[in-house]
């Protein structure tokens, strides 16, 4: 038994359709939203700011903290319990790791970067678009950075390579599965991020790469229209 | 092999993090890009700005970034025996000396908060910041002062030109317009002090440059609308 | 400076204006309630209220009763103000502010018999129904009370029964049965700065404010619940007066929840 279609009909390098916004939400220094089909993730930045306690000040560059959280409700299945699990602490730690890279950090010496990435809809692919809004976000609040960061979940269903699985795809049980998230930075095709769990082959995982860098590169150009359109109204301020 | 160099963007162009401002080894990074091998790419997100042969982009967006000379709205936030801690709207505090709080003498061992208290604010200028973002403040000179009363109201930094306008031209409007005194911080703070019906419209005011600073002949419109509120004819730009 | 910052807004209030130049007793524009903003939530509404955004979703789950009440089922409400809304928030578990509010809006639903307990009952003293409501904070521009007040109750309106086959829900599959509710109530917070009232402080308001009241009403405006805050206290005449202006307000807002 072969996975010949996709079952909501995509093609196999299609990703969900997608949503992004910047300035969403006001009292943060930048913010944005990014959705792949059902899952919705909002990012806000605060920062640069003051780190309290002292002692966690890096007297040599900023401090990146990222807190990535799923509002109870945002389950299809049942509620998720407030307060965080050690899922969602690591998924807080590989969302840093992936964005750090483009950060300019030691511009902001003793300081610290506040990340909150917050889903009030979750259905596969949730911290792909929370890397995707954070990165808006923290364009969105100035910072100085060398390159966003886009992401995208490839996987593996029976024989097939697919990006941007979904939750279906995700629990299909007539095969083997593997789910690929990845991140890269457009400009350079680098990766920052990169997980992966399941079943597959070292061939089967290039071509994946080879296709997520792909997905992302479209989901780059997604997020720069975005940014643009946030700020296309301010070209007078230079006068 | 001799590559042509490409300038790939126009003034006043809206650019992401990353993205290719500029091939070839004919043109330099200014502020906000950077060079990566035989490209220029925009280092924040920014407006492009091109000086001769070097490509710089303008802030659109983002905190504070304190700077030498800058005047500046601080507020107290800490006091020991040395000086005051100032905060300064943005990741990182300032000290002011007790040398540098006024021009009058200040005596070891004097209770300082007299001078400055506690949650008080003030206009200072920006003396000195370290490459550790050490900075500190002075109140002594010309305009630099506490401030009392009023009413001190938070801008965008970036927003800061435009309030200011050419040469001071349209704080000098809304200072005629209502009567109040304007104290515009480069911090992106505003101090403003009038009878509370005119200070109302003075933030207002500035709410709408906020909004409609991309528009052109923003000063013009502003003086209409200044206008209309007062009922008082204004001046022409000076 | 927040004693000059009061003294200021007292002066404005005298000419019955505030800071952002509205009267005292006038809501933010815009005021929009949407529903089911998400799939994956039994129910969910979002609440705009001049800068402050709220998001509602409630969560339907099955448990055992109380052992005093066998054939009645239950609302557990919670609210998270989230550090994302407001940089004076800090990350962690509900602080007593949040605590408040989602005890606030409890009892609005508890005492306004809104839902009908004995109507959440599957199987008497085995399943109920409980009707998890959670209230997150997106954007705090103040009056958190009242918008997040509102998000729940909009929320509940939203709510369709998903489907229990005698041992666990299934929740991909959703009925068509709606959560029966009545006598929806409205809360309104009404502040007392010097000797003035106002409603819908923005967040700089909330910090001048001496004493508040929340009035929550029921559509013929019989109260269902009250709630004082702030640290001043409020005689007989402040406490009459204040509760006038919540019922009033009430029917005002009531506009602005419709029925589906």
Redesign the interface.
Known sequence: MSYKKRLDGRGFEEFRKVEAKVGVIKRADGSAYFKFGNTWAYAAVYGPRNLYPRFLQDPSKGILRCNYNMMPFSSSGERVRPGGSRRSKEISMVTAKALLPVLNLEEYPNSVVDVFIELPETEAGSRTAGINAAAMALADAGLLMKDLVSSVSVGRVDDKILVDLDYSEESYEDGPVADIPIAIMPSSGKITLLQMDGLVSKEQLSKAIEMGKNACQKIYEIQKKALKEKYNNVKGDAE | MNKMSKLLVTE?E?V?????LAEGMDNLPGV?T?R?GDKI?A???G?T?IDGRTLKL??????YNPKKNDIIIG?VIDISFSGWRIDTN????AMMSISEASSSYIQKGADLTQYFNL???LVCGITNVT???LIDVSAKGPGLHKIK????IEVSP??V??IIGKQGSMVSMLKQASGCKIIVGQNGLVWVEGE??K??LV??TIRKIEDE????G?TDKIQKFLEKETGVKLGGPQ | MNEDLKQHVIALLESDKRLDGRKPLEYRKPLKVEYGFTKTAEGSAKVTLGDTEILVGVKLEVGEPYPDSPGEGTIIVGAELLPMSNPEFESGPPGIQAIEIARVIDRGIRESKTIDFKKLCIKEGEHVWLVIIDAISLNDAGNLFDSAALCAYAALQNTVFPKFDGEKVIYKEKTSKKLPLKNIPLSVTVCKIGNKYLVDPTTEEEKVIDARLTVATIEDGTLCALQKGGEAPLTQEDIDKMIDIGVEKGKELRGALKNG
């Open positions: 006043k809206i992401v993090p990353g993205e290719v906000g950077y990566d790419l280092g924040r997100l407006l700005y303008i802030p659109l967006s983002g905190r507020k943005s990741a990182y505090s949650g008080d604010y490459s550790q973002k009363g009023g009413r001190v970036y927003k030109p435009r509370p019906d200070e109302l933030e207002r600073s991309h528009l052109k923003l």
